[in-house]
Nanobody, 126 residues
Framework: QVQLVESGGGLVQPGGSLRLSCAAS????????MGWYRQSPGKQRELVAT???????THADSVKGRFTISRDNAKNTVYLQMNSLKHEETAVYYC????????????????????WGQGTQVTVSS
């Protein structure tokens, strides 16, 4: 009923920049917090940044000053601007949305509490 679709990943050189996007589709009324996570091979998924519906942001210490999360509520879209990328930040980046209120195919108002995208690969390499 609700899908998150990430885009913007790819190959970038160390020190380079990428901008990730994640659009939520469906008949959506509202979304609470949205966030970005990443997972490298052999490692646990880790939080990168979150943003509340009101625009309050948090960023992991490792990305502060280099990454910026933002969102467009009218488009149900969250972004992650990543600058000064490092080799060790190669990972699959996942979008997350909490408490997505939507209209189901049965015309019922539903809430999906923890919604994830399929992930987008970011490779930082020279």
């Amino acid at each position: 009923q609700v899908q998150l679709v990430e885009s913007g990943g790819g190959l970038v050189q160390p020190g380079g920049s990428l901008r990730l996007s994640c659009a939520a589709s469906g008949r959506i009324f509202s979304i609470n917090a949205m966030g970005w996570y990443r997972q490298s091979p052999g490692k646990q998924r880790e939080l990168v940044a979150t943003i509340s519906s009101g625009g309050i942001t948090t960023h992991a210490d490792s990305v502060k000053g280099r990454f910026t999360i933002s969102r467009d509520n009218a488009k149900n879209t969250v972004y992650l601007q990543m600058n000064s990328l490092k080799h060790e930040e190669t990972a699959v980046y996942y979008c997350n949305a909490d408490d997505v209120v939507y209209l189901s195919s049965s015309w019922l108002k539903m809430t999906e509490y923890d919604c994830w995208g399929q992930g987008t690969q970011v490779t930082v390499s020279s």
